[in-house]
C-alpha cells in the first residue's frame, strides 16, 4: 500500500505527466459538457473527431511535421510495424537495409525476413553485446535497398543515435517508440517514423506513424488492406474503429508538453537528468559503471552496473523501498535502468542521484 505516488522508473508503460492524467481524471465522466465519457462516444461523431484532429494538430505542431508528411494511428504497437513496414515497402529482391543496434531492431529485422530479404548494414552484437551504434563508414548500405531502417534510442541496451545515419536518396525509417518528442527534430530526414505511444507519449495502445506522402504511393497493394498504409492514410486512420481512450491521452500529454515549452525545454531536462545519473556513475570511482560508450549513452535510458547481481539486487530493493520503483535492467541483459522520459521531473533524477551517493557510502 503506498498513499503516494512512486517515483516511477519503468521502461513502459512508464511514468505519465500528473496533469495529463489528472484531465483525465476530471474528464472521465462528462467529456466537455457532452454527457458522456469520450470512451462512451462514437469514433465517427464531432466530440471524438475533434479530439482526433487536435492530436494531430498537436503532434504537427510539437515536431513540425511538414506538409510533406502524415500522421497515422495504428493498433498492435510498434511490433506491428516491425512486420508491416517490409509488407508495405519491400521490393521483390530487397526488404530493406536494417542497422542493428539492439534487440527490438533484431527483432524488426526478423519479421522483415518473414517476408523477403532484408540486408544487414551493421550488427553491433559482432563486438559485444550492443554498447554503441555505429558511425557513418561502418555501414554497409546496398544502393537498392527500400529503405533503411534504425531503431533511435535501443530502450534495452540504454544506447541512443545522436546523428542519424546519412541513406543518400533510401528513405530512412526510424523506430521512435522511446525516444519520439525527446528533443526538436528534423522531419525531412526521415522517410518513415513509428513510435508506440507508451514510453514517452501517452499509454499502450497506439502507435505514431509519420509517413512521407510519396511514400505511400509505393506501397504495396499484395496484402490485405488493412494493413497497407496507402488506405490507413486515406481514412485518416478510421479505416475502422480507432482505440478513441488512448489517442485522447495523448492528447493530454501533448498538451502538457506545449504547456511546459515543447521539446525545445524537455531537451534541455532530459539532458539535465541524463546528465545527473551519468555523472553519478562516472564520479563514483567505479563503484557505479556504465557498459555504453560514451558517444551513445542515451539520453532515455541510462544504464549502469553494480560490482555482482547480489548487489544490484539489493540496490534496486533499497530504491524500492525509497519509494523509486522500475530500476530493474532487461531481464536479457540485468543490471541497473533509469528510464527517464520526457515524463520523468528532474526532481526525481536528483531524487535517484542522491540515492546513488548514499548507497555507496553505506556500502
Ligand atoms: C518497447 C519498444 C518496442 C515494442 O513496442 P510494442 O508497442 O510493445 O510492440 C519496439 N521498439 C522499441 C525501441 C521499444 O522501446
Redesign the pocket.
Known amino acids: 500500500m503506498s498513499e503516494q505516488r512512486h517515483v516511477n522508473f519503468n521502461?513502459?508503460p512508464s511514468t505519465l505527466p500528473l496533469p495529463a492524467l489528472e484531465r483525465a481524471q476530471k474528464e472521465f465522466l462528462n467529456y466537455e459538457g457532452s454527457g458522456m465519457s469520450i470512451l462512451e462516444h462514437s469514433h465517427r461523431g464531432p466530440v471524438y473527431t475533434a479530439v482526433h484532429e487536435q492530436t494531430i494538430a498537436l503532434l504537427t505542431e510539437l515536431l513540425s511535421i511538414p506538409p510533406t508528411h502524415q500522421i497515422l494511428f495504428m493498433q498492435?504497437?510498434?511490433?506491428?510495424?516491425?512486420a508491416l513496414l517490409p509488407m508495405n515497402l519491400r521490393t521483390d529482391s530487397h526488404a530493406g537495409d536494417y542497422i542493428v543496434t539492439?534487440t527490438?531492431?533484431k527483432?524488426?529485422l526478423a519479421e522483415a525476413k518473414v517476408v523477403g530479404t532484408p540486408h544487414v548494414a551493421w550488427d553491433g552484437a559482432a563486438d559485444g553485446t550492443w554498447t554503441r551504434v555505429p558511425k557513418q563508414d561502418e555501414l554497409d548500405l546496398s544502393q537498392n535497398a527500400p529503405y533503411v531502417h534504425i531503431?533511435?534510442?535501443?530502450?534495452?541496451m540504454g544506447t541512443q543515435f545522436f546523428d542519424f545515419p546519412d541513406t543518400a536518396n533510401v528513405p530512412l525509417v526510424a523506430?521512435?517508440?522511446?525516444d519520439i518528442l525527446w528533443r526538436p527534430l528534423d522531419i525531412s530526414k526521415f522517410g518513415i517514423i513509428y513510435a508506440?505511444a507508451?514510453?514517452n507519449m501517452g499509454p499502450?495502445g497506439i502507435?505514431v506513424v509519420i509517413i512521407r506522402k510519396d511514400l505511400l504511393e509505393q506501397t504495396r497493394t499484395d496484402l490485405p488492406k488493412i494493413f497497407r498504409y496507402r488506405e490507413i492514410a486515406a481514412a485518416n486512420s478510421l479505416q475502422n474503429t480507432i482505440p478513441t481512450f488512448p489517442v485522447y491521452l495523448v492528447r493530454n500529454v501533448l498538451m502538457w508538453l506545449k504547456d511546459e515549452g515543447g521539446p525545445a525545454e524537455i531537451e534541455r531536462r532530459n539532458r539535465k537528468k541524463a546528465a545527473l545519473i551519468y555523472t553519478a556513475v562516472d564520479e563514483s570511482g567505479g563503484f557505479y559503471r556504465c557498459p555504453v560508450e560514451a558517444r551513445s549513452r542515451s539520453v532515455m535510458n541510462p544504464v549502469f552496473r553494480l560490482a555482482t547481481p547480489e548487489m544490484e539486487k539489493d540496490f534496486i530493493a533499497k530504491a524500492a523501498d525509497a519509494g523509486m520503483v522500475g530500476l530493474k535492467g532487461h531481464r536479457s541483459v540485468g543490471g541497473i535502468r533509469a528510464s527517464i522520459y520526457n515524463a520523468m521531473p528532474v526532481a526525481g533524477v536528483e531524487q535517484l542521484a542522491t540515492f546513488m551517493a548514499d548507497y555507496q557510502k553505506r556500502a
Open positions: 521502461p513502459g498492435g504497437g510498434a511490433s506491428s510495424q516491425f539492439g527490438w531492431a527483432k524488426a531503431t533511435s534510442n535501443n530502450t534495452i523506430d521512435m517508440s522511446s508506440g507508451q514510453k499502450s502507435t
